[in-house]
């Protein structure tokens, strides 16, 4: 990973101020104490360069099946990436300019402009904070976007984006990515992951992940239509609910037969019901003829995580959940660009009362792993770490999007810790779409664990023995084991 | 702001531990560590003798008006300030010798005397913080207050009362204050105002503030009277709510004419309801007459919050929402003192749910400011600093009352920057009816910001340029920007 | 509390990193910031051998009347810890080996065995932290338990276990406990607190609690069985609402005869609810057969929660409330193992909207005290610290269960102080059933304080004067002046 640009950056780190170009410290996020400085650097540099296991995320596969170059900065950069687009939709721009919607921008010289105009706006952010290793360090872009330099930059990075090195597999390689999994739509024919499998000349390895919330939840708009494809393919009638479990089975032995190894739900709110069956068919009838109320709706969806967890129980994938968001916040957003653009707003969430019908009845299976994931921070040390540290099959997920941050980890391993170890984490996950950002995310998680286990040894509580084997556990071996990878 | 006895205390500081007198050590609030504390340093010197821009708070413009001499240190500095009230009374004072209520204590030397001999319940708190920097900076006292100099220091602080320079608008000048707003009853003849804004002889700027509550809400004691004023004052029969509704945009207009940024709510949960006109006409015809129920009385009120919101949209005041308090807990404190007291509690906040009929209908209007506070710090990473990273109407309220704090500071910039970044803040606010803690709340605010700023530079997540910047913005330009100043 | 063993741990400490046996750093729990790790040094050294004061735990009185030698290692530390229970429990471990539910291992070695083979579980928890202390300074073991030391450091512990000096009265006064609360049944004979005080050979003051919660309760599965066993006592009808008040109240005389100083109530939820006497007496007759619907069973539960506060303001004891759990999340270890074996979770707690009615009662009795507990940390900003800065009789609770931990002793006391101060703190609790942990727990807590306390004086904030007096007063003072003793 070492670059004229890079080494020059090198140069200019560790003084705090460089006059111009990319400040990208060596010892970025270490605490600015010498004994707690070093002692964190000394525990990141044993896992800097261990290979990246990311077993959730949204880059999308026929990205490194088709291994075309990117097309522009912008489309690359900005215009998916939902963490940018608010920003500058916050600040007054309009950001179908910045190719919101579309994934591409009618005019990207134009888009870069706004960005670099605007490059303040991600002062302090944790988008900031992995844009800049982006450009700095994947792109070697020597210096800061502004206003002055639109016009240079993006030559630059047009001209970079050229380069064989800047294809999708050889980016996948560069950064050590030794697994990736995406998410995908249970009726996704996966041909792009057995694409790159049987591709001899690619050896990464890229797993698909059982996404079935449009198939569960009668409360979202595309639940009729869902359903009635997936009766369309298992060749059952649309309200026969036996068909729509064992069609919904027989998907994700698909997707455990093209290396799936988890199933993915993000869901508004966390309750969970147990229904018996037949309660289950009759409101199936219902809900397939959009016939339910919200509140049944929300039963049935309940009901569905409880039979998404009897299924991993049974089929062995893991199950993630990822609850508390209100998304598309503003209908006049979703009517204008879709899903994806940043109107998504977190809500409060309850683990401990929503979970117990499930975990009363999975809950204490060994083989059945439940992670976790919170943007309610509150519910890390008050329920997510007691749940954890008790129930076998439940783990403490990583930070999840507005907490996938410097600062909010150092809370979330405080908050967490003290009751649950490190035993119970899930290790890093990424949850990204933007494919250029991984090594930046999951080099922020090793140097903010290295701060945490530091400050640990430093205060007494752990041997440096312990934080040091702690420190590759959470970067590899507890993935590996919670994702049964 | 240089007196001898600032001087004396000037001497003293740094040690960290001055055998006696005021410790007001320069470098307060900054951490130890020598790195971040110098860093801390050099950007708050920046910024420490910037004017005061106070674009919320409780100042009374008749006190700046009249300009008379402050009474006593009693009723000056305890009887109206519930901060201290409240602890006063926690530790089983009866607050009527503090003046609670009257505002004025019988005997304010027998007051001072049961301060001085509890001085120690302030210790580790904001108010205690504040008061000081009122008592040693902003008065010279060359002590702390003890049991045993009651006497001396009372005598003291009197005398200090006596000299011009601690008149009201003397203070004014010697603070720095550009601007500073009031909190003002909509049918407020807004004299006081007039009567500063027409004295050549002062030039400070003191604003109005538009406070409807009394007039929204149909649950709080005096809706029926304050409605009954309200159509005295336009001439229209009091159920008519066309010319309710009139009479606020009327009463608004008034406000801005007096120079008026900013309208104000205080609610105590934060429903927003998007009634059409008629229902909300018949409603309101109910409610003057005292007949709807608690949970009618509710969502009238969350109407005319949306409401609120479309006049601000149509006339461009600035509107604040300070939600998730319980005034006037205790019943018997109420009928004995009033409000205002130290009685108010808060409660827990949403705001993901609770404000999305009003952005569904104005949240995306550009010439709309909403600034939310909370006391419910939990809103912070998880719903507020998310609202305002996609709205580009929302802004994010400073830390406001218990958490207008040290501590309670440096946790909202850590849970709200890395989601939202700076923009989307408002910059500082006093919110305070305390005149003298003026300096000492923007001061202490300048400080947490530079303790934050600097820890971003030394962590590498920002560069010291940036920091500079930064911090300027959030003292200077956030607040003109956000409050239209 | 100086041996051979712990001179040679002393002679390990300082350095960060021994490479074997026990690393019990002098200065744990201190920042690694010099000035900041010199002056917490120096504060905790003012304190940290004052006697211990123990308000409230889970010890029982019949093992220091009796004074057995502890029969094995296993017995005493882990088959009744749930803290270290639940860890094992999630890792997979059937807890019935280490004596879940029975109290004693089939097999103390074997079960020793596990506990060494996943001491690793434990790294970074404050059951962890613990566990040094008891290991490396209780008991002297001078080397960490490892899968390979199982069977010397079994023999090691247990050969300690007969020592004279292990027993529970020698560990008592070894410990400098000054005073020790147990938390009983209502009708427990208290025959071993009598014992105790009347046995001239041993001077521990060791009170009984009233812990009425089985009798309040009509969601409880023993509250028909309790409410028979006191209408037996007391010779009443059982349904006689008003016999059972009395009973109650003629309990609490018998308890407070034979030393005691609190009731404690465990509440899933906080609900308080002021019912007349006819009412709560209708309710009363129905609840004791059963007859209760679940909302019913909850406000006649809240209703007692008044009455118990009527009964503290008439008989003196001090009221402490321990809510937010839900207790035995799981039925099938419930049933397999009993309580308090770790299954335990905590739910969202409010209280100011809850606790109301309470406190428009009594909030203002002066001899009232109300000392609140809460694993949902949320509430200590945002609701307890301003209840305890407003009424007299509220006193914010130490932090508990999950949150007494390091970090999270910081966050409480940052969460607290600005807005309550220190006089509003009851001091240190320890909560514990895990008897040797007692010096342990107190001396984190008087490390946490320290580390608090140095923070605020070198940010300026206090005087090193004050922070010296506040460590002792939370100390000693407030836990005396707090708990009445």
């Known amino acids: 990973m070492n670059s004229p640009v890079e080494t020059a950056i090198g140069s200019a780190s560790r003084t705090g101020r460089a006059p111009d170009g990319f400040e990208l410290q060596e010892d970025r996020l270490f605490p600015s104490d010498p004994r707690s400085r070093d002692l964190a650097r000394e525990l990141y540099s044993t896992v800097s360069s261990l290979n990246v296991i990311s077993p959730h995320g949204h880059v999308e596969a026929s990205m490194l099946a088709e291994d075309a170059a990117f097309s522009d900065p912008v489309s690359l950069l900005l215009s998916r990436d939902h963490y940018v687009l608010r920003l500058f939709h916050a600040d007054g721009v309009d950001i179908e300019r910045l190719g919101a919607g579309s994934g591409a921008p009618a ?7 706004i960005f670099c105009d605007r490059w303040h706006l991600l002062e302090g952010t944790a988008s900031g904070y992995w844009m800049r290793d982006v450009l700095g360090r994947v792109l070697g872009l020597p210096v800061e976007p502004s206003p002055a330099n639109a016009f240079t930059t993006y030559e630059f990075l047009q001209e970079r984006l050229r380069e064989a090195g800047m294809r999708p597999r050889a980016l996948f390689e560069r950064f050590n990515i030794e697994v990736l999994a995406t998410t995908d739509d249970p009726l996704d024919s996966l041909d792009a992951h057995r694409q790159i499998r049987d591709d001899a000349s690619f050896s990464g390895r890229v797993l698909p992940t059982f996404r079935p919330d449009a198939y569960l939840d009668p409360s979202g708009s595309g639940f009729v239509e869902a359903t009635e494809r997936l009766a369309a393919w298992s060749g059952a009638a649309v309200d026969d609910y036996t068909a729509y479990i064992r069609a919904l089975e027989d998907r994700r032995g698909y997707f455990i037969e093209h290396g799936a190894v988890s199933a993915d739900h993000g869901v508004h709110d966390l309750l969970t019901v147990d229904l018996d069956a037949l309660e289950a068919a009759s409101m199936y009838r219902r809900a397939v003829r959009g016939d339910l ?5 929300r039963v049935f969806r309940g009901h569905m995580l409880v039979e998404s967890a009897r299924m991993s129980v049974e089929d062995g994938l893991v199950m993630t959940v990822h609850p508390g968001v209100h998304r598309d916040h503003n209908d006049q957003i979703l009517n ?3 899903k994806d653009v940043g109107a998504d707003i977190p809500v409060s969430t309850s683990f401990t009362e929503n979970l117990r019908p499930l975990l009363q009845r ?19 040390s008050r329920e997510i770490a007691p749940l954890a540290g008790f129930y076998p099959s439940v783990y403490i997920g990583a930070p999840w999007w507005f907490l996938d941050a ?3 980890i150092q809370r979330f391993r405080a908050a967490t810790t003290e009751t649950a170890g490190f035993s119970r984490a899930s290790g890093f996950i990424d949850d990204t779409r933007a494919f250029l950002s991984i090594p930046a995310r999951h080099d922020m998680a090793r140097r903010a664990d290295a701060v945490y286990l530091a400050r640990l040894v430093l205060e007494g509580r752990l041997t440096h023995r312990a934080a040091a084997r702690i420190i590759h556990e959470l970067t590899s071996e507890q993935p590996r084991k919670v994702f049964k990878l």
Chains 1, 2, 3 share one sequence.
């Open 107 to 113: 005019d990207p010289r134009a888009a870069w402009k």
């Open 293 to 297: 109320t919200s509140e049944e709706a």
């Open 336 to 338: 204008r660009f879709g």
């Open 362 to 380: 999975y809950g204490l299976e060994r083989d059945f792993h439940l992670v976790l994931f919170t943007i309610d921070e509150t519910a890390y």
């Open 406 to 408: 410097p600062d909010a």
